[in-house]
């Protein structure tokens, strides 16, 4: 049952993005979730997991959840392109934005673009962990807390879902442009390394709004990963990893001209923040987020 979950997971988030590299993030988180688990313990985590999709009030989160994963791989995207592209208000934040860095000495972007500009197979690669792990470890963890950690799912699912939220309101009402439109001789280097045109008005813009600087989604989602796995397992490999995967996407956004250092901090803030007021346990026992039958699932 864990397995045709999951993979019920990808069919849904597939069949919910029409952009053939999307599918292909989606397509990997089954293999992922699955090869993270210790073999011993996957038989105990099935059972768990079995039992509670017998439940109809569980088969009604699922869907919510599946619903959630079709949000993160495509909705999100849909509703923020219906934002009306503010070119010139965008690039004027973006400026703000990077004085009110440099006023505070904190402006590394302009130095890790142009050093990765001159390495072509690193740049590569970083250009590769932008587009796609982020989308990719997400969905893994999110179909890891189903699979493994009823306890914590409550708390994860309404903070990733309140964050993007937060997210989409920041982006309609503070458009920022991204240090690659602003002048400075900053390197494009996703549009490099994809062989693409720079990004323009008109019909490219279109194709998805990247006046969404401020703050950081790729960091919120992986500051989020990062509680995730920490709570999840008490092994200290797996918690040094979950604490270095903000910072080394942290250097991936900036370093490819896709996001400021303040970006960052405010995407991993926002995060936080939302993380530890909804898991204030007046908050848990007042939604019914407590652990109760389901019980709780061993940490790795």
């Known amino acids: 049952m ?16 029409e952009s053939p590299h999307q599918l292909e993030r989606c397509g990997l988180i089954a293999s992922v979730a699955a090869a993270s688990q210790p073999a011993g313990r996957r038989p105990a985590a099935q059972a768990a997991l079995a039992h509670r999709l017998r439940d109809r009030r569980q088969q009604l989160w699922l869907l919510l959840d599946l619903l ?23 690039e ?43 989308i990719v470890v997400t969905l893994a963890v999110f179909a890891l807390l189903w699979w493994r950690r009823a306890d914590l799912l409550g708390v994860m699912r309404w903070t990733l879902v309140i964050v993007n939220l937060i997210a989409l309101a920041a982006f309609w009402s503070f458009p920022v442009a991204p240090a690659r439109m602003l002048s400075g ?44 796995i920490w709570h999840m397992t008490r092994r200290r490999s797996l918690r040094a990893i979950a604490v270095a995967y903000p910072f080394v996407t942290t250097f991936a956004v900036m370093a490819t001209g896709n996001h400021f250092l303040a970006d960052a901090v405010a995407g991993a803030a926002v995060t936080a923040a939302v993380f530890f007021a909804l898991s204030r346990s007046a908050i848990r026992g007042r939604l019914g987020w407590e652990s109760r039958a389901v019980g709780r699932t061993t940490a790795a």
Request: with cysteine; proline share 3%; glycine share 4%.
């Open 92 to 134: 004027q934040n973006g400026e703000g934005v990077l004085e009110l860095e440099r006023s505070l000495q904190l402006n590394p972007e302009h130095a890790l673009d142009t050093w990765l500009a001159r390495h072509n197979a690193l740049s590569q690669i970083v250009v590769f962990w932008y587009e796609n792990v982020h």
């Open 68 to 90: 959630i994963v079709a949000w993160l791989c495509w909705l999100f995207d849909a509703i923020n392109n219906l934002a009306p592209v503010r070119q010139a208000l965008a």
């Open 185 to 228: 001789g900053y390197v494009d280097l996703v549009a490099r390394a994809n062989h693409l045109p720079v990004w323009q008005f008109g019909a490219t813009a279109l194709d998805s709004n990247q006046l969404c600087s401020l703050p950081s989604l790729h960091i919120a989602w992986a500051t989020w990963c990062s509680i995730a």
């Open 2 to 17: 864990a397995s045709e979950a999951i993979v019920l997971v990808s069919a849904i988030s597939r069949q919910a993005s």
